[in-house]
């Protein structure tokens, strides 16, 4: 007789909670769709004339057409953004590797192997990354002008280098925090070297969140306009530098922009979901103890 009461109160539980359920992934997909919204519309608008662009409010039925692409492409304006697509992932890629390359042997020795005063390393770290980008930009201009670095894609790597490494600091820190201490002693003690434990037991186990990281550095990276606006101009343009040459205070220029930010956005999409799996499990470890 009591387990026909407890049945049904288990089936009545089920359903209650299969309900709850369903209503909070409509939440979901409500709060997705707000956020794809812009992109959608982006994206739409980069397939529409410049006339009906700049309508108010927005015609989403009227004629599609590649003229924005087109005019992104050089194929009406004569300029390429090859170049500038080009200097873009090189600075991107070669910052990346160079803010590994730091990263992860300082994060090491700031959580496998803590040094004296590591909070105090990581403070200063967090300290970097609170500084106005813009309070920085005259100094970096003069600098880079007595070097006669201006205009050269070397001087973006050295920028989004620096940029990023607390950051990729602290991110490397806690994925590498999260390596139990029992394996590192297991493997000295079948002889592993710092070399070879770095190798063979570190870097795989800590694979998710080296490319959380490196995805995270790409994308700032490939993002960043301002030092990239004042310190290139012809040589070392990158496509965010590219994309604002559209806009003009005469004529109208909103599909030309869309088309330009959708084109420049595939890279970053792109990587995003070749290393999706990899970037939600980097960015989950920590969070359950």
Known sequence: MTAQVVAPA????????????AYLGVVAWIIGLIFVMPILWMVLTSLHSEADAATNPP????????????NFFGSNSGTSPIPSLINSAMASIFSTIVVLCLAIP?????????????????????????????AALLPVYLIAQKLGLLDSVLLMVILYTSMNLPIALWMMR???????VEILEAASIDGAGLFTTFRRVIIPMAGPGI???SLICFIFSWNELLFANVLTSTAASTAPVFLT??????????????AASVAISIPV?????????????????GAVK
């Open 10 to 21: 288990l089936r009545a539980g089920q359903k209650k909670t299969r309900r709850k359920g």
């Open 59 to 70: 015609s989403l039925f009227a004629p599609l057409t590649l003229q924005g692409y087109e």
């Open 106 to 134: 300082a994060a090491y020795a700031l959580s496998i192997r803590p040094v004296r005063k590591w909070s105090d390393v990581l403070f200063f770290f967090l300290t970097t990354k609170m500084l106005p980008m813009v």
């Open 174 to 180: 806690s994925f590498l925090a999260e390596i139990p």
């Open 211 to 213: 490319a959380a990281t």
């Open 245 to 258: 040459g559209f806009v003009t205070s005469q004529g109208l220029f909103l599909a030309k922009v869309c």
């Open 269 to 285: 999409l792109v990587a995003g979901f070749a290393a999706q799996d990899k970037l939600v499990q980097g960015l989950s470890l």
